[in-house]
Structures are given as structure tokens and as C-alpha cells.
């Protein structure tokens, strides 16, 4: 334990630098004892050189340790235009006092928040239709500075008031598209179905002085009848001194797959405009430039000379004046062109897009470009300002789009599509209507292939200019919205502070060490190809990777039942994220960021009968009958909360926190152990230890001991049991009281309970507990785990006798290493290093064994790979760096040591050990036990 003085400064850095001005929020963990509740008050930001710059905060706990200090806590700040590479959160010299004219303000009516910001003037509907009734940009002379700095200077120049402005924004809207299908005589018949977002509920979250955040709840509901459904939750942000609005968009499936198509799912913006139609601008972010045009462009056959400089200049956004003598000719040409009312772009694919416009409603789109990845942002304005909007991950969540329609009226709409109307409808149905459990590796025999309650959210930042941008600054808006500013600490303060438990930095200081991060490298570095060059990519896809690959194919196995996509099974989130706290990589912070956003949504359900559950991994992300706590467990998902204060991974890590009633009406076990005394039967690993993630979470986010003392009660009981931690590991438990009921010593396979992110969770909990006996008997079992099926006998007393118990070693090294460091235990150390270095992943160098071959295109291909034992390979690697390195074996400089692919061939295919059953359809690592849940699958696996 240190004092603040002493943890202070912490140097702080961009893992994405803002091009302007731009409001912030990140995490910053504290050792225990750090900081103590009063003193995040005295806390600021400091300029990287020592150049007296101190930026004010707005600071909150995030979650605590057990004495009452911070475990994390969550900052705010402005950073204005050339902000320094780097900052210092440090002790301000006086009380930080913020001064009133750069607050950013709410004031709350009993229909909206008015939300003043010193350069924007919004007002948020509480309830009802629509969602920002109007917002109003202060003009240059008011705000008293550039429009460039997006108001901030401006508005610490001249205060916050009530005067004039530009109207930017006259209204809003969530719009939703429903397709419904009948088919009559054989005939197929469609029919659209629109609906309006209606706010039922809403909340201020944060009132500033930096900071201001809203949420509206609501459904959508139809604008021909009664029926409401799809329920959303929007949240907007609001910075001081900003002209700028970021908007986190959730929606969940609440519908009838076989009934209910979304065919379009937006938000619309209504945009005043005024002035002759060739003042009026439209701008599209294509791929590396800008669509700019207008309503009425310059462009007629006679433009040339100084009317063709002019045109240039209309497409940077600059006002055109003619003089009604001198020009008049050219005028006279404009009148006899066309005007162009609407203009969209369509993002079909990750591949590619297209920009058409049309003059009205009963004439014919053209196309007026073409290309592969557009930046997702649009604007529309005119000489009295204007609003651009930009989406994050645009292309990589197709099929999306942009639409700015009614440009020569008095109220043009801009619309953001997250999913455009040009696609076809959304299509949620399963891929099949029966199960495949042995065929397929699906994992239980009824099919619960449903996607109600599932979830997807999507990001977008508005811009309130006083005029149309040229194009280098609508190219910085289009980056900032999809790369939004964060700050981050150096890898070695995560380190030092042990934020998320127990991982190592990376280390070349010896051949041996260098060539393991070498190989942790080379596994990141597939994954990254892989993305791109097998596109995974698409509003329901893009995060997640596939779980095992088809070497006859020459593809991932897309369509074959438990093996397609990942779905979070074996914790590939973990390892991408301990990968970036070690290394600080933006690159990876981005994969992680998406397989966060998609694993937490996506494949989790938020309300319905398996609330609080995810589906295993499966050909559609909602198609497994299992339904496991594991998938949804806060553990998976506090990374990204901590790290960005994210609110919507906030509620969802809450909406967990009761996931154990669940199992009462699904029994995880339900295909092996009938209905009995018990209420239902859990696994210790991973049900149980799923559940002590959300209830750890729980506990320090807002110290509520009832979830501790849940905790407390369960472990208890495996302390009472014969082999404590070795025990099980199946048990009949009672949600209400936390029991766990003893129902043998060896009654299930034990290497689920390691491989779902158990240990992870367990490290981080034994440093909050700080228990003796709960860490040896981690260690225990870590020892335990590896022992040689004679030794496992005799320390049992005999109570260990079944076969393949064990599996799978790879697994084990997280909690193998923890059990050599506690128990100081050099033999187990060795075990590690040996498990881990004989290890496919430890053995190939895989770019230098990527062979090209052909499916429907060429293509470079691991024909061995699989992400389950690419994701454990690499996560445990990283923590038995930590606690043994001592134990690894030395190597010669530069040897490589690599058995090439019919190596690693041989490897994936015979397991870790002798005993280890083959199935390619695991993905190299052998199934031998029983499956996860209600599977009945014969020859075991890891499900």
C-alpha cells in the first residue's frame, strides 16, 4: 500500500489523438489503499511538459476495494485543439474549481433537458416521439472565437447565455422499418411497416461541469396502429465548450423471427435551410475523399474560366454571390439545371459502396460513385451552418448508409442507417429447423434458436457547424467518429497496479523469452489478417471470430453447427485485452474494443426466459441450446467498462449480477444429472465461476456485500468439501441461499472449469478476499491438475478414478503456474513450460508457415488453426510468463526450433497428452469427455 502522493503523477497518453478539441472519458486503476474516496476531488490533468497546463476533471469512482479505496476510478476532461501527445493525472495545487462560463449546463422541464454546452443549445425530449426537438449552434461573434475549435475556446471567452444562435437541428427521430412476408397461392407478397421511437423513460446520468449524459428508454412504435416493439436505449453525451454530440444507440429483438424483418433501423435529423439551392452543401465520406455536391451545383456546360474556380469553391463549402448584371447569363443557366433533392449512400457490403441522388420521388437514382469502404459520415448545411454526422465501424457493420433527403425545401433530413432499407430485410430465422449434436458438435438436443432478447449497439458523434466544412476537416470528423479520443496508461502502471489480475509485460531480454512474445505476436498478427481477408465483417459479425477451420474447404467452418463462430468460448476477449494492457497496441485495443461490443450484445441474452445467459458458439451467434452463463459473465466484458467507462457495458455487467435463477428453469446439467432435491446443479467452473464474476463485479462497482457475502457462501461450502477445490465438480445449488450441495468427489470432467475464464476471475478475487486458504486451494488444484493419473490416485485417497478427468493441459497452464508460484513448486513450473512449448502454438512460427491456396479466391491458410487453443495458448502463455519465467527453459540465440506445419499437424491432432481422444471437428484440441451442458455428445470435447 502506498499513499497518493507516492502513486502520483500517472502518465497518461492517446491511444487515439483527436484532430480538434474533443471531450474524453477513461479509466485509471488504483493499487489498495491509493486513493482514498475524499481525494479524487483534488485530482487533475496535467500538460505532458512541465508547463503549468492544468486541464479540470470530472471524476467518479468506478469501482472500490474491500478497505473503501478506489479500485478504478473514471475521468472526464475537455482537451482543447493541439493538445500535448501526453498527460499527467496529478494532485492539483488548490481545490479544482471550474469557472461557470466553460460548465457545461442542464436544466430540466418536465418535457425535456436543456442541455447547454457554451457553443450548442440542445434540447432532449424526456418522453414521446422523438429525441433532440432542436438544437442551436452559437454563432462566431457570440462564442467569440474560430468555428474551427468547435466553440471551445469560444465559449470560455464569452460565457454561457441564453442568446441567439443558428437553428442546426429542428428535430429528430428513431425509425424502424418492419417487412412483413405472405405468401398466398405461392405468391410472395411484401409489406412495410413504419415505426417511430417513443421514449418511456428517461434519466439524467451525469450533470456535468464537463460532462453531461442522458438516457432516454423507449420502444418503437407503429405510426398506423398500436403495436410497439424493438425497445431502445439511446444515450447522448455532452462536453463543455463543445459543438459536438456523441450518441450510443442500443436496440433489442424483441419480435417473431419468422414474422418480424427489419427491413431499416435509423436515426433521422431534421436540418433547417435557407438561401439560394447552390449554397446549400452535401457531403459524403467515400473511401479516401469526399462526395461533395449540391442541390444545384455550378457545374453546366458553359462553366469554365472564373465560374469553374467558383465551382471548385462551392465544393469546399465556400458562399457563392452573383452579380445580376455581370452574371447574369450563368444565373440563367443555374435556373434551367437540374436540382437535386436526395442523395444517399449505401454500404452493402464490406466491399462496397455506392452514392446515388435523384431530383425527386418519381424520377429514377443515378449513380454518382462508387468504391469499397466509405468513411460513414454525412452533412448537410448551408450558409447558417449545418450537421454532419459520422458512424463508427460504418462499413465493418453493413449493410449501413447515409441518406440527406429534401435538400431544396425548407428541412432536409439527414439519416443514419445502421441498417439501410437498400438491404435486404434482417433475417434472424435459424439456419436450420432440427439440431445437429453429434453431426455438428452443437451442443444440446432441443434447438432454442432464438434471437429474443439479444441486443446490438452502434455509435455516432453529430457536429453543429456555423458553416459548411472543407474537406480536411470533414476527413477529421469522419476519424474522430470512428476512432473516438482515449486516454490510456502505460502498459507498466496496469502492470504495477495488477489491473484485471495477474499478466506479464512483454520481456526479450533473453532468446527464450523472445521467442514466445514472437509467437504471442504472430497469433495476433494472423487473427488481424484473418479478418480482413475472410471477412468478418456485418452489423450481426463483426467482433467475433470462427471457432475451427476446414482444411478441405480451405475455409473456417461456417456452416457446421458448434464449430462457426467463437461466440466467447474459451476467452479470446481476455486474451485480447491482457494483450493490449501489456502492450498499449491501439491495433489491438480496436479487436478487443469490437469483440466487446459484439460478445456482450450479440450473443447474450438481456431479457426473456434465458436472461442473463449466452448462447455457446454456433452457425448463427443465437442458435446453441446451450445457454451458458459463462457467455454473458461481467468478467468478460469489465475490460472495456474500466478502461472507457463505457455506460452501456455498465448495465449490462448489472443485468447480470442475478444470472444463477436462470439456471433453475435451464439446468446447465440438465442432460446428465435428472431433477432432484436440488433446485438445480452447477459446475464450480465455469457456472459457479461465472456467476462469481458478476457477483465480484457487483460487489466493488457499487460495494454491495450481499454479492460478496454470495461469494463468501460459496466458497465456503467448497472449503467443507473432501477435496475442496478438486472436488465436483458438479454441484446441486439454490440461487436464493448461494449453497452449494456436495454430490461426489469425481462427478464431471474438470477442464471447462478452467478454460472459461475461471482462474482469470479467481486471481483478480483472491487479491479483494485476500484469503490464504482460498489461494492454496487454487493452488492446489493448479498442481493437481497436470499430476500423472497414479500420483492424482494416491494424493485423492482414491476419490479421483475416472478416466480423462484432466483433459486437455493446455488449458491448465494459467492455474498450473499459479499453484508452481504459490507452492513455490519447480516440478509444476516445468510441466508449464513443457505443455506450453510443445504446444502447436508454441512450436510454429505461422507466418512463416502460411501456405497460399484457392477457395473461391486465393487465399493464406493455417490448415491446422483453431481460436480455442489460439486464445488459451496465448492468454496462459502470458500469465505463466509472469509467474514462472524463472522456470523457462533456456534457448539458443536464433534457433528456431519450429516443426513446421506436419508438425504442428501431428501436435493438434494427438492432444497433450497420450491419453487425449482425436476430433478435428474440435479444432485441434482433442475431445475427449463429456460435453458442457444438455449435449449428449459420446466422445467428450470443449464445448
Known amino acids: 500500500m502506498t499513499s497518493l502522493s507516492s502513486a502520483l503523477p500517472v502518465q497518461l497518453r492517446w491511444l487515439n489523438p483527436p484532430a480538434a478539441a474533443a471531450g474524453v472519458t477513461w479509466g485509471v486503476p488504483w493499487s489498495k489503499g491509493d486513493l482514498k474516496r475524499g481525494e479524487l476531488a483534488a485530482l487533475c ?49 488548490g481545490q479544482s474549481v471550474m469557472p461557470a462560463a466553460f460548465q457545461v449546463s442542464v436544466e430540466e422541464t418536465e418535457e425535456a433537458y436543456i442541455v447547454d454546452t457554451g457553443s450548442i443549445h440542445c434540447t432532449v425530449v424526456k418522453r414521446g416521439p422523438g429525441v433532440i426537438s432542436r438544437i442551436i449552434r452559437r454563432d462566431t461573434a457570440e462564442s467569440g472565437g474560430p468555428d474551427e475549435d468547435h466553440g471551445y475556446y469560444g465559449a470560455v471567452e464569452a460565457g454561457v447565455g441564453s442568446g441567439s444562435g443558428k437553428l442546426v437541428c429542428s428535430g429528430s427521430e428513431l425509425v424502424c422499418l418492419r417487412e412483413q412476408r405472405d405468401i398466398l397461392s405461392g405468391e410472395l407478397t411484401l409489406r412495410q411497416e413504419r415505426f417511430t421511437g417513443v421514449t418511456l423513460k428517461s434519466s439524467l446520468e451525469e450533470r456535468g461541469p464537463v460532462r453531461a449524459v442522458i438516457r432516454l428508454d423507449g420502444r418503437h412504435r407503429s405510426t398506423r396502429g398500436a403495436r410497439e416493439w424493438l425497445p431502445y436505449t439511446l444515450r447522448l453525451y455532452f462536453y463543455a465548450g463543445l ?27 431534421k436540418v433547417p435551410l435557407s438561401g439560394p439551392l447552390y449554397n446549400r452543401h452535401v457531403r459524403l465520406a467515400g473511401s479516401g475523399g469526399i462526395f461533395s455536391e449540391s442541390p444545384k451545383t455550378l457545374q453546366t456546360r458553359r462553366t469554365r474560366g472564373k465560374y469553374a474556380d467558383r465551382f471548385a469553391a462551392q465544393l469546399e463549402g465556400q458562399s457563392q454571390e452573383f452579380d445580376p448584371v455581370e452574371d447574369a447569363y450563368f444565373t440563367s443557366l443555374l435556373q434551367d439545371s437540374a436540382v437535386w433533392d436526395d442523395f444517399r449512400l449505401v454500404q452493402d457490403s464490406s466491399e462496397h459502396y455506392a452514392v446515388h441522388k435523384r431530383t425527386g420521388p418519381d424520377c429514377t437514382w443515378i449513380k454518382g460513385a462508387e468504391g469499397r469502404r466509405a468513411g460513414g459520415l454525412g452533412y448537410i448545411g448551408c450558409d447558417g451552418g449545418g450537421l454532419a454526422a459520422g458512424v463508427k465501424d460504418f462499413w465493418q457493420k453493413h449493410p449501413s448508409g ?97 489491473a484485471f489480475g495477474l499478466w506479464s509485460l512483454p520481456d526479450r531480454s533473453t532468446p527464450a523469452k523472445a521467442y514466445l512474445e514472437d509467437r504471442l505476436d504472430g497469433i495476433i498478427s494472423f487473427y488481424q489478417k484473418e479478418i480482413e481477408q475472410r471477412k468478418w465483417y456485418g452489423l450481426w459479425d463483426y467482433g467475433d471470430f470462427m471457432h475451427s477451420y476446414d482444411p478441405v474447404r480451405h475455409v473456417w467452418n461456417y456452416d457446421l453447427g458448434g464449430c462457426a463462430w467463437q461466440n466467447a468460448e474459451l476467452v479470446p476477449n481476455m486474451w485480447l485485452w491482457v494483450s493490449f494492457l501489456r502492450t498499449g497496441r491501439a491495433d489491438i485495443y480496436r479487436m478487443a474494443e469490437a469483440m466487446a461490443r459484439h460478445t456482450s450484445e450479440v450473443d447474450v441474452y438481456h431479457f426473456g426466459e434465458y436472461a442473463g445467459l449466452g448462447s455457446r458458439h454456433n452457425v448463427v451467434h443465437w442458435g446453441c441450446g446451450c445457454k451458458e452463463a459463462r457467455i454473458a459473465m461481467a468478467g468478460l466484458h ?40 436440488f433446485k438445480t446443479h452447477v459446475r464450480v467452473g465455469p457456472d459457479w465461476a461465472a456467476f462469481s464474476s458478476n457477483w465480484m463485479t457487483r460487489w466493488e462497482r457499487y460495494e454491495d456485500t450481499a454479492y460478496r457475502d454470495k461469494i463468501l457462501t460459496g466458497i465456503d461450502c467448497i472449503k467443507a468439501a473432501n477435496l475442496r477445490l478438486i472436488s465436483g465438480p458438479t454441484y446441486g445449488y439454490d440461487p436464493a441461499t448461494g449453497i452449494l450441495s456436495p454430490m461426489g468427489d469425481d462427478n464431471w470432467g474438470r477442464h471447462l472449469a478452467i478454460c472459461m475464464g475461471g482462474p482469470q476471475v479467481w486471481f483478480e478475487l483472491a487479491m479483494m478476499l485476500e484469503d490464504p486458504e482460498w489461494e492454496d486451494m487454487l493452488a492446489e488444484f ?23 478427468r484432466f483433459e486437455h493441459p493446455v488449458l491448465s497452464v494459467a492455474i498450473a503456474a499459479y499453484g508452481a508460484w504459490v507452492k513455490d513448486d519447480r516440478a509444476t513450473a516445468e510441466r508449464c513450460w513443457s505443455i506450453l512449448l510443445e504446444n502447436p502454438f508454441g512450436i510454429v512460427n505461422l507466418q512463416a508457415e502460411l501456405k497460399q491456396v484457392t477457395y473461391t479466391e486465393a487465399l493464406n491458410e493455417i490448415d491446422w488453426m483453431n481460436t480455442n487453443e489460439a486464445s488459451q495458448w496465448s492468454l496462459n502463455t502470458i500469465i505463466a510468463l509472469e509467474l514462472i519465467a524463472e522456470a523457462l527453459p533456456a534457448r539458443e540465440e536464433g534457433s528456431g526450433g519450429e516443426a513446421g506445419a506436419a508438425g504442428a499437424r501431428a501436435s493438434a491432432g494427438t492432444g497433450d497428452k497420450a491419453d487425449a481422444g482425436t476430433d478435428p471437428v474440435a479444432g485441434g484440441i482433442a475431445q475427449a469427455g463429456a460435453s458442457d451442458g444438455a449435449g449428449r455428445g459420446k466422445g467428450a470435447d470443449v464445448r
Open 782 to 804: 493448479g498442481v493437481f491438475y497436470n499430476l500423472p493419473e497414479e500420483e492424482q490416485l494416491l494424493r485423492s485417497g482414491g476419490a479421483i478414478t475416472g478416466k480423462l
Open 45 to 93: 490533468l496535467g500538460g505532458g511538459a512541465d508547463d503549468g497546463c492544468r486541464l479540470p476533471l470530472q471524476s467518479r469512482p468506478a469501482a472500490y476495494w474491500p478497505d473503501g479505496s478506489i479500485k478504478w476510478s473514471l475521468h472526464s476532461a475537455v482537451c482543447p485543439e493541439g493538445s500535448t501527445a501526453e498527460y499527467r493525472l496529478e494532485r492539483s495545487a
Open 243 to 269: 459543438a459536438s454530440i456523441r450518441l450510443v444507440h442500443t436496440f433489442h429483438y424483441d419480435g417473431n423471427p419468422q414474422q418480424d424483418f427489419i427491413k431499416g433501423l435509423g436515426l433521422l435529423f
Open 402 to 498: 447515409l441518406e440527406i433527403s429534401g435538400t431544396s425545401g425548407a428541412e432536409a433530413a439527414l439519416t443514419v442507417w445502421f441498417w439501410t432499407p437498400e438491404a435486404p430485410a434482417m433475417d434472424l430465422r435459424h439456419y436450420d429447423t432440427k439440431t445437429h449434436v453429434e453431426s455438428s458438435y452443437e451442443g444440446a438436443e432441443e434447438l432454442r434458436a432464438t434471437p429474443y432478447g439479444i441486443a446490438n449497439t452502434n455509435e455516432l458523434t453529430l457536429w453543429c457547424t456555423l458553416r459548411t466544412p472543407d474537406s480536411g476537416q470533414l476527413r477529421q470528423m469522419q476519424r474522430q467518429a470512428d476512432e473516438p479520443p482515449l486516454l490510456v496508461c502505460e502498459p507498466e502502471y496496469y502492470h504495477r497496479n495488477r
Open 638 to 677: 469489465r475490460y472495456y467498462y474500466y478502461l472507457t467507462g463505457d455506460e452501456r457495458t455498465g448495465d449490462i455487467m448489472d443485468s447480470v449480477k442475478d444470472a444463477d435463477y436462470s439456471t433453475v428453469t435451464l439446468d446447465p446439467m440438465r442432460a446428465y444429472f435428472p431433477k432432484d432435491e
